[in-house]
């Protein structure tokens, strides 16, 4: 009897072990394989090319400005998307009335496809779209939001950022839940403000919750493609071109499996360093490190 209950609990856990071993650790070693293989040729009949599509990712300009694109549409996305809720977590948790309202307007984004939201954003920085109406309405030059290399990435950014300011900010909301009143109240005594109270109670309590934020929206950022496909395929001049679209081209359009699952890894290895750095910056007493 006792041996039944030392396996019960592995059997609950068989169906979870399962889905991630099919969906996860095959196509994960399976795409290392891959790109140590050259599909330039046949696709059906690869060779083993041992490091020739990593050497080609590193010889691509194109690749590097996938790179240098994704990484700057994280540093333009990343930040934003840490405070700004974070900001207005503390703004809807004070006691004001229609807060329940205000949570749901905040939060109605998130809940909407991120398609649907990319194509009325696509409408909206139309030439003749309602943006550049406003603007023109002010006697000012209206702004090629889509299809000008400078401005194109921080067209698709503000999208992004529409999108998941609500969801962050709902996990602040929850992460506010736990800290205790009475902090709040001795630092009043103290003679704190409230900026003061926030910066000394509040961000200290909630920086697990920041770091979680921070790495969540690092990834996110790292592997933007939807808005990219929807709004602009990778143009101006690959000024939008991210990492993921990329590997959307190679695989897809061009059939070249082994570049693209070259490039799968490199980004992996980006997501492994970026999760390791939040560890060492906002977790290292939790790891012992």
């Known amino acids: 009897m006792q041996n039944n209950w030392k396996i019960t609990?592995?059997?609950?856990?068989?169906?979870?072990?399962?889905?991630?071993?099919?969906?996860?650790?095959?196509?994960?070693?399976?795409?290392?394989?891959?790109?140590?293989?050259?599909?330039?040729?046949?696709?059906?009949?690869?060779?083993?090319?041992?490091?020739?599509?990593?050497?080609?990712?590193?010889?691509?300009?194109?690749?590097?400005?996938?790179?240098?694109?994704?990484?700057?549409?994280?540093?333009?996305?990343?930040?934003?998307?840490?405070?700004?809720?974070?900001?207005?977590?503390?703004?809807?948790?004070?006691?004001?009335?229609?807060?329940?309202?205000?949570?749901?307007?905040?939060?109605?984004?998130?809940?909407?496809?991120?398609?649907?939201?990319?194509?009325?954003?696509?409408?909206?920085?139309?030439?003749?779209?309602?943006?550049?109406?406003?603007?023109?309405?002010?006697?000012?030059?209206?702004?090629?939001?889509?299809?000008?290399?400078?401005?194109?990435?921080?067209?698709?950014?503000?999208?992004?950022?529409?999108?998941?300011?609500?969801?962050?900010?709902?996990?602040?909301?929850?992460?506010?839940m736990s800290v205790p009143k009475e902090l709040y109240e001795a630092a009043e005594i103290d003679g704190a403000n409230e900026f003061q109270k926030h910066l000394t109670v509040t961000v200290p309590h909630l920086m697990p919750t920041i770091a979680l934020v921070s790495t969540i929206s690092a990834i996110s950022a790292l592997k933007v493609f939807v808005e990219i496909y929807v709004m602009t395929r990778g143009g101006p001049l690959d000024s939008t071109k991210t990492i993921v679209y990329y590997i959307y081209e190679r695989a897809f359009e061009n059939l070249d499996i082994g570049l693209a699952s070259a490039a799968c890894v490199v980004l992996l290895l980006i997501t492994l360093v970026f999760s390791l750095i939040n560890i060492f910056c906002f977790e290292r007493k939790k790891y012992g490190l």
């Open 9 to 176: 609990p592995y059997l609950f856990l068989l169906p979870a072990l399962v889905l991630l071993f099919v969906f996860f650790f095959i196509p994960f070693f399976e795409t290392i394989i891959y790109s140590f293989q050259d599909y330039s040729n046949d696709i059906y009949n690869p060779v083993f090319g041992t490091f020739i599509n990593y050497k080609t990712l590193v010889s691509s300009a194109v690749f590097k400005k996938s790179l240098f694109n994704t990484f700057y549409f994280l540093m333009l996305t990343t930040p934003f998307l840490v405070i700004f809720p974070l900001f207005l977590a503390i703004l809807i948790n004070q006691k004001i009335r229609g807060k329940t309202l205000y949570k749901l307007i905040i939060y109605l984004p998130v809940v909407v496809s991120i398609v649907v939201v990319a194509i009325a954003f696509k409408w909206l920085y139309a030439p003749n779209g309602l943006l550049n109406y406003f603007i023109e309405m002010f006697d000012l030059r209206a702004v090629n939001w889509l299809s000008s290399p400078r401005v194109a990435m921080i067209s698709v950014a503000l999208v992004t950022i529409f999108k998941g300011v609500g969801y962050y900010m709902m996990i602040y909301l929850a992460a506010l």
